[in-house]
């Protein structure tokens, strides 16, 4: 066979207009008569909303609507996996990233000034920010159904007994940070409806077709009422998985019968779009004195800030993934998704995967140190190979090519492999 694109040089459709300055993103969209959208966010992470007072900034000329959570005609709720987000906070605000009010005004500036002007009285509420604290029966319930809202669980064999038979035992806790996706665009979309009132939105997002959806159902509109245009997109990373100003420029939009641009700055765009899981790892691995893997117990808490996004299936990754690249007859894995007053919290590159061999490699390491043998050895002897199952029972039947990928490090690094194995 003849391959026409593997293997061969391509060149990329996008790159001239990238190269020469003329593709056009999301903010540089505009049109005639539109009007310039702005979003109110609270700085409280958990307070009642007492009361909202809009009316200065709706007596500002050239304010053209300002918005509420009762001005919401459909579902005021959104999220990729549970609607628990709400598209304009209505009786309280669980985290710093919550919108309460939107403005639409004949300039940006404007928008701006009538944001100042909008009174929320909010009653302050506890809040938890750490995800074990919020474990425990006396935190603050963020929901109705408690802070923990997801839990995996990995058993494979007899973890007792594995760590009975292991030479070395080595048990550490591993924690990741919150990192933001910082992409290079902001958020801006541009809002419009066509001639049969239709809604049109340009945005750059990574889910246009789930995205049709949540705007239709927060709109109480139909779906084929709604059409979703994605120009060029400048970086995601999964930060644009989630909804963060197509529901409020469509909500202004068809308010107000006029295009409704927005963007956001980078102070809000830190507001607006999840992050990477923090992520706690306790984890307890055995090996015996050949530096065979005899038992891994882990559990592991994901902070999932005040939504839950993506985090039941990016917390599973976790726990799929703690284990490792290595065959382990013992296992047992619990991995947690806990509410917080934090920032919610998302899709971001690696999707849970990234965060488990922190863990798991430096246990490996840590194993070899207590064994005295080499950190490629201990590798070497529990490798992944064709025939290999993992921990929850998959067959390995291909894609397994880390001992081959140890050989070219290892000759890389002048180590002789025969000597190590």
């Not at 409280?44 to 009361?51: D, E, F, K, Q, T």
């Not at 765009?269 to 004195?289: E, L, Q, W, Y």
């Not at 992944?384 to 397994?400: D, M």
Request: glycine share 8%; charged share 20%.
């Amino acid at each position: 066979m003849t391959h026409q694109v593997i293997g061969k040089t391509q060149r990329r459709l996008d790159a001239p207009g990238k190269a020469a300055g003329v593709t056009r993103y999301p903010a540089d969209f505009n049109l005639p008569n539109q009007l310039y959208g702005r979003t109110l966010r609270t700085s409280y992470p958990h307070a009642r909303i007492v009361n909202i007072d809009t009316s200065k900034a709706r007596d500002l000329p050239g304010v053209v609507a300002v918005l509420t959570a009762r001005d919401i005609p459909g579902h005021n709720r959104h999220g990729v996996l549970y609607p628990d987000a709400p598209v304009l906070a209505d009786r309280v605000v669980l985290s710093v990233n919550d919108a309460v009010a939107l403005v639409a005004a004949e300039d940006d500036d404007l928008a701006r000034e009538a944001l100042a002007l909008i009174q929320v009285d909010y009653g302050e509420l506890p809040a938890v920010f750490d995800p074990y604290a919020a474990m425990k029966p006396e935190a603050p319930r963020l929901k109705p159904d408690g802070n923990v809202f997801y839990h995996f669980k990995t058993r494979k064999g007899d973890v007792e007994k594995g760590f009975q038979q292991a030479k070395a035992v080595v048990e550490k806790t591993y924690s990741t940070q919150m990192i933001d996706q910082l992409f290079l665009q902001p958020e801006a979309a541009l809002a419009y409806l066509d001639d049969r009132g239709h809604l049109t939105i340009q945005v750059a997002t990574q889910y246009s077709h789930w995205d049709r959806l949540e705007i239709a159902r927060a709109l109480g509109l139909k779906a084929n009422q709604v059409r979703v245009v994605v120009p060029a997109v400048g970086g995601a990373f999964g930060g644009r998985e989630d909804i963060t100003l197509q529901i409020h420029a469509s909500l202004l939009a068809v308010k107000t019968g006029r295009p409704v641009k927005m963007t956001y700055s980078r102070q809000e765009s830190f507001h607006a779009h999840s992050k990477r899981h923090p992520i706690t790892m306790k984890v307890k691995t055995g090996a015996d004195a050949n530096g065979l893997l005899t038992a891994l117990e882990a559990e592991i808490v994901g902070d999932s800030g005040a939504y839950s996004s993506w985090s039941p299936n990016i917390i599973r990754k976790t726990g799929v993934h703690i284990t490792g690249p290595y065959v382990i007859p013992n296992v047992k894995v619990d991995a947690y998704a806990v509410y917080t007053n934090n920032p919610f919290t998302g899709a971001m590159r690696g999707f849970g995967a990234a965060q488990a061999p922190i863990a798991y490699e430096s246990q490996m390491d840590a194993l070899a140190a207590e064994l005295g043998l080499h950190p490629f050895t201990i590798r070497w002897r529990n490798a992944f190979q064709v025939g290999s199952r993992t921990a929850n029972g998959q067959v390995l039947t291909g894609s397994a090519g880390l001992r081959e990928t140890m050989l070219r490090a290892a000759e890389a690094m002048g180590w002789n492999p025969e000597e190590l194995k």
